[in-house]
């Protein structure tokens, strides 16, 4: 029961952070449409690169198109898709800090900041996320095989762990480079310690087997083109000037943790041989400052930087406990009741934040100032659309979709709907196919290029499309390509235009209809002519 007690103690850490996004309404994510979009094209058996382009891998989608066929095309079936994704993190790290022999008391407080600074934020699959997930489920695959007593069990969980490094490259490139070079620094380094090659040559061949499965059936269908290894129409995000702002002039809690972890370990060790030697030790302390410095290199390759960077908390955390005297404090509730206070206060803004929202703790000079949770136009949900329950957008949003739902032409399953917009469900809502033969994301110059423009162009002047969905965002250059707008307005009718689900509440949806179907079913007064 003693040994037990951790693992029921992390269990009721994490199930409160898991279940949250279950039992509340949540407002429609910026960019939660690529999530929606890509899982529910695979969900439908369409195959990317064959039936549409992207600029990175499809392993980004697996989990909710699987929640998409087991639970249908929702929004919730997104949300129950993270809470397991979030399970799986959580797993995994516990499994790397047990691997590398980190104390129980140790491990459950680095679950508890690994669920205030990171599990809190990510309710919703995304890309930035989900690649680190799969990261630690390589890492811990790797660290799993440090500890195998057979060599048939070593051999399976390395092969492991290059499978899940593939998939972590085919989920985002940065941070799958990152994790192949760590897992490849690690094996080399045990193999000097410990005299055994085997595991790093059969990391090598699991990444390049897997590698060429991933690659080789797609070549036919314009891979190169469209997976972004920085070649044009791509440009690379490796920016060594960009890379040192980001380091020297913010990234100031990174830098802390580094700082400390490196203190730590010169009063520790007497001298750096001492201290390579020390297997656990050095294993712990690459691993952390790896992923440290990582999450500062994805601040500068994405391009909107968010909380899905926030895990180096953990292990900076982590990294540091593992340099205290659990051993003498294991039997004191005292020192761990410490700790726990001090992570509570320090790493608060997360938790705080919910609480203050459920119980309207919102101080008046606050809202004042802005600084409070608020929209300029009312936002709530609709029983109207299976695939929005329990999300919230603007009142706008939703008439505009009712509008579209109104539209006698709308539920033709041959419908041609071009949608440039961020409400990709309505192919679920109003029964059309998404067109193939397109790129899955039109944001300009990252998920779409000249020759897509060109193309849209061209069937936009012959009217290839029956409905054409346009979103301007006057806060972003260029989000969806404004040349196509300018084909639009020359070509087809404007018939409405609604708020878009932005919190900024400063993008409109343009909804341009085909001539032909516009004199075919609506009235003069139906259609704004408005160019």
Partial sequence: MQKRLPRFVDLAICVPFLVLPLFIKLPYRVNIFLSWEGAYRLSIGQVPYEDFGLPMGICYWLIPALFFKLFGPTFLSLVKAQV??????????RGILYNLRLKPYAVTLSILVFCLTYIVYNFWPWYNHSVVVYELVAIFFLTQSFNAESTRS???????????????????????????????FLLVYRAIMVKEKLPTA???VSVATVSLLAVIPFIGFDFFYW????????????????????????????????????????????SFRQFFEDQNQFTFAAISVCLILQSIVTKMTSPLPTDHMTYYHVFGFA????????????????PAAAIL???????????????????????????????APQHATPWKTTSNYKSLKHIMLPESTIAGVDSLAKLPFIHNKDLKVLNMSEITFLAKEFGYTPLTQHPLWFHVNIGMFQKEIDQINERVRSGYYDLVLFEDIPSLTEFYPYKVRDEL??????????????KLEDSTIEVYINPKLARQYLSQSESDQTK
Avoid at 84 to 93: R, T
Wanted: charged share 15%; hydrophobic share 50%.
């Fill in 84 to 93: 397991f994704i979030n399970l799986i993190s959580m797993l995994s790290l």
């Fill in 154 to 184: 070593k051999t399976v969980w390395v092969a492991l762990a290059g499978i899940f490094s593939v998939v972590t490259f085919f989920t985002k490139q940065d941070v799958g480079a990152i994790c192949i070079l760590l897992c490849l």
């Fill in 202 to 204: 059969i990391y090598l």
């Fill in 227 to 270: 997976f972004n290894y920085g070649q044009p129409p791509h440009s690379s995000r490796l920016d060594v000037i960009l890379l040192l702002n980001t380091f020297l002039e913010g990234s100031m809690v990174e830098k802390i943790y580094l700082a400390l972890i490196l203190i730590l370990l010169i009063s520790t060790f007497k």
């Fill in 319 to 334: 990294c540091i406990m593992s340099f205290f005297p659990w051993q003498r404090w294991s039997s004191e509730l005292k």
């Fill in 341 to 371: 206070l001090f992570i509570m206060v320090i790493y608060s803004a997360g938790y705080w934040k919910y609480v203050a929202d459920i119980f309207h703790l919102h101080s008046k000079k606050l809202i004042a100032a802005g600084n």
């Fill in 489 to 502: 307005r020359k070509h087809y009718i404007r018939n409405n235009t609604f708020l878009a689900p932005r």
